[in-house]
């Protein structure tokens, strides 16, 4: 059984530019959250996604967006970058939308200069 | 608005000491509380909820719905025990979202 893997580890992008990150769920997970976790601060929801659709949302812009893949993997999208959008981004999957048991990837450092 | 409080970002301890990771929590509905830890170089996971009443490598959380609090308990921590420890509140319903707080960093001293 696989864990939750998260590509790249580490990214460097310039302000105004986008970005794609993307998560491989553990073995027969159907679902995927996506996290945001600034300096200092706990994980923050951004997105669910359950069967290929949005399931929830956090308070995050439109630009930030995802999508996920028959085969239940996830992408994250995130357009005209700013600073504040450099943190840890944090990719969970369960099976069922109820989350109970979430396995986290180990993230993506995103920097934003 | 759901919201998750932990009052102290760090707390040091010494091996063989008990521990207590507080924890708060606003929610107007019935809620399900988590600890999760990250252990230094790996990735954030589950530890206990409280729906399982378990008690796991020696930690306990006792939801208090009347102090609204869900601390974490140990009574003699070992080095080992030294991570960064985040309590969570999931809210039911459309949206599954995991609310996590601020992190306790748990210091252990031999």
């Known amino acids: 059984e696989t864990g939750v893997t998260q590509s790249p580890t580490h990214l460097i992008k310039t302000r105004g530019q986008q970005v794609t990150l993307r998560c491989s769920s553990q073995s027969g997970h159907n679902t995927v959250s996506w996290y945001q976790q600034a300096l200092g601060q706990g994980p923050q929801f951004i997105f669910q996604?359950?069967?290929?659709?949005?399931?929830g949302r956090g308070n995050f812009p439109p630009r930030f967006s995802g999508l996920q893949f028959p085969n239940y993997s996830s992408e994250l999208n995130v357009n005209a970058l700013e600073l504040d959008d450099s943190a840890l981004y944090l990719c969970?999957?369960?099976?069922?939308?109820?989350?109970?048991?979430?396995?986290f990837g180990q993230g993506t450092r995103l920097t934003v200069v | 608005a759901q919201r998750v409080t932990q009052p102290e970002k760090l707390l040091s301890v010494f091996k063989g000491a008990p521990v207590e990771l507080k924890c708060n929590y606003s929610?107007?509905?019935?809620?399900?509380l988590f600890w999760y830890v990250q252990y230094s170089r790996q990735r954030l996971q589950l530890l206990l909820r409280?729906?399982s009443r378990e008690s796991i490598k020696g930690f306990t959380a006792d939801l208090n719905k009347g102090e609204t609090s869900f601390h974490l308990k140990k009574p003699f921590a070992q080095e080992e025990d030294s991570a960064m420890y985040y309590c969570?509140?999931?809210?039911?319903?459309?949206?599954?979202?995991?609310?996590f707080g601020k992190g306790t960093l748990l210091t252990v001293n031999p």
């Open positions: 409280h729906i």
């Open positions: 969970a999957s369960s099976f069922g939308s109820s989350n109970t048991e979430a396995f």
């Open positions: 996604y359950y069967r290929e659709e949005e399931n």
């Open positions: 969570a509140l999931m809210s039911r319903g459309n949206n599954y979202k995991l609310t």
């Open positions: 929610y107007s509905g019935s809620p399900e």
